[in-house]
């Protein structure tokens, strides 16, 4: 398979606080790739230095074999590597359809008059954006909420709208943070079954957190895991299962607390 | 505000037929009764309104400037010099105001607008001042503190408006134009990037929107408009000096976008009509005007998180819920 993004050396300093440290990882094209580890690993920081909300301290990271660190996030989502956040994450005020919406205009770039003043190509632009945003809600199951406020909307659609805004860039590669925290055991399932939908209907490839084992072992063609900002362990599902470290890392974190 | 952006919404929604409708109809007044009085007033509400409006846009992408004043001072000075120095038609003072005050804004937008929030606000109040001070150290171009006087009146095409009932109409067409602009940004794709900066920066970011640019475009268009705003202003009362444009100013106008509706579209007329006249129309109290803004103010706050644009709206639904 070829790696779609390559991360190497990639270190992340707080201060004196190491929250990342020389880690090197790929994610491979078609892929859906797990990134575990317990809290406080990195997994956040991680993503946030790929997709440029935070300057790295040092490594590289490549997307598509360019170099795309340093890159402002709006820059990097335009390369086609698009992220949510942890955090249930919308645009409160605006309708379902409006945050879809804002995302998928990134693929119907306009110049200052037509934003401002309107026009042919305006137009051609918002109505091309909205075939995307009708495609993305009937994939997300989002269409029956189409007119609510994002901001009304229960948790776990609102985290599924997260999802939704993000595949609206069209991306080539999805970063998930957590997509299934918070959601009951049936949601958790019905999640799985649309990202494997979606993975095929968009030609994606994904990059997933995720502290739900049952859902990344189910999901994941291949796992790395981070432990206090290292590396230490990388595989396929079961390997990494049985690994002796994964396992140390997460019961010495459980009995840590 | 997210329903401007919508256009599967009516043209027009009925809420805002009837906002136009009273506006219209308070834009009249002075016709009606015929007072010079009130043609100053009105006057006055359209000056407010527009340099509110250019406030409103920046407010639009979640920021609140308190150097407005300043923006408006910068306005006023470029006109005044270029048609007091330069013989340049006042006709082409007030856009040259709008530029230069938007040249400045774009200029220092940059790394301000890295600032967010009550730091933000902090540091356009501090600019407010320094642009005041700047002002008093050269005497030779803003006329110190004791300011310039006699600044020649506005005239179209060799035609001066010299009277109050002349300045009006050109007062009217000129917020049209301000409050058209507000239009077209708000129902068009810059209004949807601003609505997205405004609801939340990191989304919007990650979502393939540049905020630091387009933020810098909101701070540039507000300022360009309150320049506007301030070259009328100078050209109209024929004085102005470094303190018209304290932070006073700015802090009115802040009061008068918030009374109106931070994010309404009709906010800053609301805000200007409901509160220049005001402390004209409380007998005696011109010099208290800062007293009254500020318990306006707590009373919007407290009672019309919306605004008064927003009050239809929130009666109504109290109505259908009853
Ligand atoms: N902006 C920041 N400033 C300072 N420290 C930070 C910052 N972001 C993260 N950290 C620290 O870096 C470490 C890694 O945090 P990170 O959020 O990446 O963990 P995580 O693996 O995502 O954990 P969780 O599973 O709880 O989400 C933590 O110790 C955290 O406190
Ligand atoms: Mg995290």
Same mark, same amino acid.
């Not at chain 1, 809600?137 to 776990?156: F, S, W």
């Not at chain 2, 834009?27 to 007033?41: C, D, Q, R």
């Given at each position: 398979?070829?790696?779609?993004?390559?991360?190497?050396?990639?270190?992340?300093?707080?201060?004196?606080?190491? !929250?990342?440290?020389?880690?090197?990882?790929?994610?491979?094209?078609?892929?859906?790739?797990?990134?575990?580890?317990?809290?406080?690993?990195?997994?956040?920081?991680?993503?946030?230095?790929?997709?440029?909300?935070?300057?790295?301290?040092?490594?590289?990271?490549?997307?598509?074999?360019?170099?795309?660190?340093?890159?402002?996030?709006?820059?990097?989502?335009?390369?086609?590597?698009?992220?949510?956040?942890?955090?249930?994450?919308?645009?409160?005020?605006?309708?379902?359809?409006?945050?879809?919406?804002?995302? !998928?205009?990134?693929?119907?770039?306009?110049?200052?008059?037509?934003?401002?003043?309107?026009?042919?190509?305006?137009?051609?632009?918002?109505?091309?954006?909205?075939?995307?945003?009708?495609?993305?809600?009937?994939?997300?199951?989002?269409?029956?909420?189409?007119?609510?406020?994002?901001?009304?909307?229960?948790?776990?659609?609102?985290?599924?709208?997260?999802?939704?805004?993000?595949?609206?860039?069209?991306?080539?590669?999805?970063?998930?943070?957590?997509? !299934?925290?918070?959601?009951?055991?049936?949601?958790?399932?019905?999640? !799985?079954?649309?990202?494997?939908?979606?993975?095929?209907?968009?030609?994606?490839?994904?990059?997933?957190?995720?502290?739900?084992?049952?859902?990344?072992?189910?999901?994941?063609?291949?796992?790395?895991?981070?432990?206090?900002?290292?590396?230490?362990?990388?595989?396929?599902?079961?390997?990494?299962?049985?690994?002796?470290?994964?396992?140390?890392?997460?019961?010495?974190?459980?009995?840590?607390? | 505000?997210?329903?401007?952006?919508?256009?599967?919404?009516?043209?027009?929604?009925?809420?805002?037929?009837?906002?136009?409708?009273?506006?219209?109809?308070?834009?009249?007044?002075?016709?009606?009764?015929?007072?010079?009085?009130?043609?100053?007033?009105?006057?006055?509400?359209?000056?407010?309104?527009?340099?509110?409006?250019?406030?409103?846009?920046?407010?639009?992408?979640?920021?609140?400037?308190?150097?407005?004043?300043?923006?408006?001072?910068?306005?006023?000075?470029?006109?005044?010099?270029?048609?007091?120095?330069?013989?340049?038609?006042?006709?082409?003072?007030?856009?040259?105001?709008?530029?230069?005050?938007?040249?400045?804004?774009?200029?220092?937008?940059?790394?301000?607008?890295?600032?967010?929030?009550?730091?933000?606000?902090?540091?356009?109040?501090?600019? $407010?001042?320094?642009?005041?001070?700047?002002?008093?150290?050269?005497?030779?171009?803003?006329?110190?503190?004791?300011?310039?006087?006699?600044?020649?009146?506005?005239?179209?095409?060799?035609?001066?408006?010299? $009277?109050?009932?002349?300045?009006?109409?050109?007062?009217?067409?000129?917020?049209?134009?301000?409050?058209?602009?507000?239009?077209?940004?708000?129902?068009?794709?810059?209004?949807?990037?601003?609505?997205?900066?405004?609801? $939340?920066?990191?989304?919007?970011?990650?979502?393939?929107?540049?905020?630091?640019?387009?933020?810098?475009?909101?701070?540039?268009?507000?300022?360009?408009?309150?320049?506007?705003?301030?070259?009328?202003?100078?050209?109209?009362?024929?004085?102005?000096?470094?303190?018209?444009?304290?932070?006073?100013?700015?802090?009115?106008?802040?009061?008068?976008?918030?009374?109106?509706?931070?994010?309404?579209?009709?906010?800053?007329?609301?805000?200007?009509?409901?509160?220049?006249?005001?402390?004209?129309?409380?007998?005696?109290?011109?010099?208290?005007?800062?007293?009254?803004?500020?318990?306006?103010?707590?009373?919007?706050?407290?009672?019309?998180?919306?605004?008064?644009?927003?009050?239809?709206?929130?009666?109504?639904?109290?109505?259908?819920?009853?």
């Amino acid at each position: 398979m070829n790696a779609l993004l390559e991360i190497s050396g990639l270190t992340k300093r707080f201060g004196g606080l190491t !929250a990342l440290s020389d880690v090197s990882f790929g994610a491979s094209e078609g892929a859906i790739t797990g990134l575990i580890g317990p809290n406080g690993a990195g997994k956040t920081t991680c993503f946030n230095l790929i997709t440029g909300t935070l300057p790295a301290t040092s490594g590289t990271i490549r997307f598509r074999g360019q170099d795309i660190g340093g890159l402002s996030p709006h820059k990097v989502v335009e390369h086609g590597l698009a992220r949510t956040f942890q955090a249930a994450t919308t645009f409160p005020a605006a309708t379902v359809r409006e945050n879809i919406l804002r995302g !998928a205009l990134l693929r119907h770039p306009l110049g200052l008059g037509a934003m401002v003043f309107g026009g042919a190509a305006a137009r051609d632009a918002e109505r091309k954006a909205r075939q995307t945003v009708d495609e993305v809600m009937e994939a997300l199951d989002l269409t029956e909420h189409a007119h609510r406020e994002a901001g009304t909307l229960a948790y776990g659609h609102q985290k599924r709208l997260g999802v939704a805004i993000g595949l609206a860039t069209r991306p080539g590669l999805l970063l998930l943070d957590e997509p !299934a925290a918070g959601l009951n055991p049936d949601e958790v399932d019905r999640f !799985a079954t649309m990202l494997k939908e979606i993975r095929t209907r968009f030609g994606l490839s994904v990059l997933i957190v995720e502290h739900h084992m049952r859902l990344i072992m189910r999901i994941c063609d291949h796992i790395v895991v981070l432990d206090h900002g290292e590396k230490i362990a990388e595989g396929a599902p079961e390997a990494v299962r049985d690994d002796p470290k994964v396992i140390e890392a997460y019961l010495g974190a459980d009995h840590a607390k | 505000m997210s329903m401007s952006a919508t256009s599967s919404a009516p043209a027009f929604q009925p809420m805002t037929v009837v906002w136009i409708a009273g506006i219209v109809l308070a834009a009249l007044i002075p016709w009606f009764t015929g007072s010079v009085f009130h043609f100053h007033i009105a006057i006055m509400v359209c000056i407010s309104a527009m340099a509110t409006g250019g406030l409103a846009v920046i407010a639009w992408v979640g920021q609140l400037s308190l150097a407005h004043a300043a923006f408006a001072g910068i306005g006023a000075y470029t006109s005044v010099l270029l048609v007091t120095r330069l013989d340049v038609p006042v006709l082409l003072g007030l856009p040259a105001g709008a530029l230069v005050a938007g040249a400045v804004a774009f200029i220092i937008g940059a790394p301000l607008l890295r600032l967010r929030g009550v730091y933000f606000v902090l540091i356009t109040f501090a600019l $407010n001042e320094l642009f005041r001070l700047i002002m008093l150290d050269i005497p030779e171009f803003s006329g110190g503190s004791s300011g310039i006087a006699g600044i020649p009146k506005i005239s179209l095409f060799g035609v001066t408006l010299s $009277n109050y009932q002349s300045v009006y109409p050109f007062a009217l067409f000129c917020l049209a134009l301000v409050m058209g602009l507000l239009v077209l940004i708000r129902r068009g794709q810059l209004g949807r990037r601003f609505a997205a900066v405004e609801e $939340n920066l990191a989304l919007a970011e990650s979502s393939g929107i540049p905020t630091a640019k387009t933020q810098t475009i909101a701070f540039t268009i507000g300022s360009a408009i309150a320049g506007f705003s301030g070259a009328f202003l100078a050209h109209y009362v024929g004085f102005i000096s470094p303190e018209t444009f304290g932070f006073q100013l700015s802090v009115s106008y802040v009061i008068m976008l918030v009374t109106g509706g931070r994010l309404a579209l009709w906010g800053p007329l609301v805000g200007a009509l409901f509160l220049t006249p005001l402390p004209e129309f409380l007998r005696g109290a011109v010099e208290y005007q800062h007293v009254i803004y500020g318990v306006v103010l707590i009373a919007v706050l407290r009672f019309l998180p919306r605004g008064l644009a927003g009050l239809p709206r929130q009666l109504s639904r109290k109505g259908g819920r009853g």
